[in-house]
């Protein structure tokens, strides 16, 4: 069992940033495709980007490209997403999955772990 823990929500104005992490256990972030969704009340959960494994290249959908950023830090287990030009539309539980697969991809069914989420709200 693979545990990913979410830190760094919270209530911000619109036009602000956040940094989101996810801490994963030994050798995931590097090993694993690392992945971030969202999920807004009465909403599908949906593909915010990800970053893909060994590799690491990064790939997001076009609601957050040019606002969001995957990062990822070996040393420390530990992937980020920073988000900025925040927008009351990108409130949402903000949650982080692991899958093993080569290439991108953007569907949920791919990642086989997942954190707790973390609540993003933007006021506006």
């Known amino acids: 069992q693979v545990r990913l823990v979410e830190s760094g929500g919270g209530l911000v104005q619109a036009g602000g940033s956040l940094r989101l992490s996810c801490v994963a256990p030994?050798?995931?972030?590097?090993?694993?495709?690392m992945g971030w969704f969202r999920q807004a009340p009465g909403k599908e959960r949906e593909f915010v980007g990800a970053?893909?494994?060994?590799?690491?290249?990064?790939y997001y959908a076009d609601s957050v490209k040019g606002r969001f950023t995957i990062s990822r830090d070996n040393a420390k287990n530990t992937v980020y997403l920073q988000m900025n030009s925040l927008k009351a539309e990108d409130t949402a539980v903000y949650y982080c999955?692991?899958?093993?697969?080569?290439?991108?991809?953007?569907?949920?069914?791919?990642?086989?772990?997942w954190g707790q989420g973390t609540q993003v709200t933007v006021s506006s």
């Open positions: 970053v893909t494994r060994t590799v690491g290249v990064t």
């Open positions: 999955a692991c899958g093993y697969f080569s290439g991108s991809s953007s569907s949920p069914q791919d990642y086989s772990y």
């Open positions: 030994g050798r995931i972030v590097s090993g694993y495709a």
